[in-house]
């Protein structure tokens, strides 16, 4: 047997649930995101907003009152099989941020929202503040469990940085 099924046959030994437990967790993530994603765009639709997608209102939201780069975008947010300069540059076609190129290093470009860009942030906000407001009463979610959660969520994102940045 080769030491890699050695140890995960030990690992299993140890807890034999990790694993589905992990499996399973991953897939909620996965599916979460997806789901959100549809939320922000079913709310696109019913304020008959069709010239941007979740994405890109995603996007609108997380830059909020900012200045930031593309960079500061990526890391910021979570956006998930799109690629943020595209984004960026239908959202400066459609009128929704402002772009200007960094007056110390002309390659980075800064953005901003344009008040159109803002009426969606805000729409974004809105739906953001009725989930929070329904969450205890609807979703039989506390704020305690959320912070769990999050907690939970945050060693989940370090572990796998530490496997991408120690090659564990």
């Not at 694993?19 to 639709?45: G, N, Q, S």
């Not at 500061?72 to 459609?94: A, C």
């Amino acid at each position: 047997m080769t030491n890699v099924k050695r140890e995960s046959v030990i690992q299993d030994q140890e807890d034999p649930g990790c694993k589905e437990a992990y499996l399973e967790a991953l897939t909620y993530v996965e599916r979460l995101h997806r789901r959100l994603l549809d939320v922000i765009k079913d709310e696109l639709d019913r304020i008959r907003c069709t010239e941007i997608n979740s994405v890109q209102a995603l996007l609108l939201f997380n830059i909020g009152d900012s200045e930031m780069t593309a960079g500061e975008l990526r890391t910021r947010g979570h956006y998930l099989g799109s690629n943020v300069s595209y984004n960026l540059k239908k959202l400066v076609e459609t009128g929704y941020i402002h772009h200007q190129r960094s007056r110390s290093d002309r390659r980075s470009v800064r953005v901003r929202l344009t008040d159109k860009g803002r009426a969606i942030c805000a729409t974004i906000n809105e739906v953001y503040n009725k989930h929070c407001a329904m969450l205890g009463t609807v979703g039989d979610i506390s704020a305690e469990e959320l912070r769990l959660t999050t907690a939970t969520l945050f060693k989940l994102e370090r572990f796998w940085t530490d496997q991408i940045r120690y090659r564990l």
